[in-house]
């Protein structure tokens, strides 16, 4: 109901002296004042429509003085400014792939593994920056409150709007799936402890491991070299005399047959509540949980010291090669662990400085890749080989360490909250574009909801009852969604884009489309290892 007032260009005053309206901004304006001549202000049947209001940044106010205001769009003390919003990317970006960077660089190999970690980083930043930039290059549309599904459907129609919002379904369920299993390794570990402790258990003699205070563990000794399967093994329990502990507990309490349904009573009715509002008040949770992971990995690296030995091509003795054939494992993991396409453009708008998005991205980018390096190479380094050997590093590099070890116990505390208060976050956001979609309503109904939500939940119980690898779930999850959302979309809008503006050359068309076929290839690769 409040149309702007658009004056032609003359007398302008902004931060720029030399600040001018755009030719365009003219065009539109002179726009307006034929709508306004076609009607009463009270007739709103021929008002001026969205696409003939000016972009936010060419609209100016007049002033009696005979000069005319830069409108800026929104309140700037509830922007942040780029060190908060640095911040923001880095701890939305950073999730659960953390736990499974060793366990990636183990499968490419040391040299291999950084060199990958590097280049997918900046391959991910570079689509991300098409992503950021794609709104600004539709012309004469005002695109303020677009995200990039709302892009695809520009370009692509309702082909772009349904594959986009499907590939975004793939990420967040994969993602859910991800902390079902997760939530049921961490409670399962944390029931543990707390039982061994109360009942002086001693579990030390029953897991193949190293000696000392700080005992590192191979939960399967006997799997393949290189395999991507996690076999079920039977641990015994031994307490304080050396006989078999009640087995009562063990048929209660296993990491797979009963600690994935116990969570159901849990999290099925945080699933139900119609607003997530109260969940993202513990956000903060997460950033402590990183800064947590992080000094555990320091202290783990001090205490047992680096064990590296360069095998180029073979595996010899306890250690890997640096270059290895699995390393499409890798690439797969970190599409997932670099993702954040798909709320970047929200995250930005909130920074104060506009026009450094590109270098606050960039800084973020830049964050979390050497996170992501200092996790992998310390506990890549430190893993004690021999007596173990390097194969034995988990998709879950937490499950290298005994459930007895204080520090992990910690650790595998906070992030079992952590998830729980994200969790219900990623089910309301399936929730919204989903039913939003297709009902065009949030919470059409409980019995809607219950069963959306009873789906999700049995997808996750499946993955951790049957095959609870982390790193196998998120590596797939990654390359599906990264193909749509990281590679193929935003390669193509970029294409689109500059060749409605006449500027596409050859060399950008050969790049991008390389991004597409290296988006295919990972996807493929991913069902040959």
């Not at 209660?252 to 139900?272: A, E, G, H, R």
């Not at 595998?412 to 297709?438: H, N």
């Not at 990654?478 to 596409?504: D, E, N, W, Y």
Request: proline share 6%; charged share 10%.
């Amino acid at each position: 109901c409040h149309r702007p007032f658009h004056v032609e260009p003359r007398n302008i005053v902004d931060d720029d002296p030399q600040e001018r309206v755009s030719a365009e901004a003219a065009i539109l304006n002179s726009r307006v004042h034929y709508y306004s001549r076609l009607t009463g202000s009270s007739d709103r049947l021929l008002s001026p429509p969205n696409h003939v209001i000016p972009r936010p940044e060419e609209i100016y106010i007049y002033s009696p003085l005979g000069t005319a205001f830069k409108v800026t769009s929104g309140d700037p003390s509830s922007k942040n400014p780029s060190i908060v919003t640095i911040f923001a990317v880095w701890n939305t970006m950073m999730g659960t792939s953390i736990l499974s960077i060793p366990w990636g660089i183990k499968q490419a190999g040391f040299t291999l593994g950084i060199l990958i970690l590097i280049i997918v980083g900046l391959l991910m930043l570079y689509c991300c920056y098409i992503v950021l930039k794609s709104p600004k290059a539709i012309p004469y549309v005002d695109t303020s409150d677009w995200e990039f599904p709302d892009v695809c459907r520009y370009y692509f129609g309702k082909f772009g709007q349904w594959s986009s919002l499907i590939f975004s379904m793939v990420s967040l369920i994969g993602a859910m799936v991800v902390y079902w299993v997760l939530m049921s390794n961490f409670l399962y570990n944390t029931g543990q402890f707390i039982y061994n402790y109360a009942h002086n258990v001693n579990m030390s003699d029953s897991q193949f491991g190293t000696n000392g205070s700080d005992r590192v563990i191979c939960p399967y000794p006997n799997t393949d070299p290189g395999g991507n399967t996690t076999p079920t093994i039977t641990t015994l329990i031994l307490d304080g005399n050396g006989t078999s502990d009640n087995s009562l507990f063990k048929n209660w309490w296993s990491k797979t047959n009963t600690v994935p349904f116990y969570l159901i009573i849990l999290l099925l009715p945080l699933l139900c509540f119609r607003s997530a509002s109260f969940f993202a008040r513990f956000t903060f949770l997460g950033t402590i949980s990183v800064v947590y992971l992080i000094v555990l990995v320091t202290i783990k690296a001090v205490r047992l010291g680096f064990h590296l030995e360069f095998h180029w091509i073979y595996a010899t003795g306890f250690y890997v090669s640096e270059f290895r054939l699995l390393f499409p494992q890798l690439t797969g993991v970190l599409t997932l662990a670099f993702f954040i396409h798909n709320c970047v453009i929200t995250l930005m708008k909130s920074n104060r400085n506009q026009e450094k998005n590109v270098r606050d991205l960039s800084v973020a980018y830049l964050l979390v890749g050497l996170t992501y390096v200092y996790v992998g190479i310390l506990i890549f380094a430190a893993f004690p080989s021999p007596p173990l050997f390097k194969d034995c590093i988990e998709p879950n590099f937490l499950d290298n360490f005994p459930s007895s070890d204080v520090m992990v116990f910690v650790a595998r505390t906070f992030l079992l909250f952590q998830m729980i208060t994200v969790y219900p976050l990623l089910g309301y956001l399936v929730r919204v574009q989903m039913m939003g979609q297709i009902f065009g309503n949030h919470y059409p109904s409980f019995l809607h909801v219950l069963a959306l939500n009873v789906l999700i939940v049995a997808a996750g119980v499946l993955m951790a009852k049957f095959y609870p690898n982390i790193g196998s779930i998120i590596r797939f999850s990654g390359a599906t969604c990264g193909l749509a959302l990281v590679f193929v979309f935003p390669a193509v809008v970029h294409m689109i884009s500059l060749k409605r503006q006449g500027m596409l050359r050859w060399p950008s068309a050969l790049f991008h489309s390389f991004l597409i076929l290296l988006g295919l290839a990972n996807l493929i690769a991913q069902f040959f290892m």
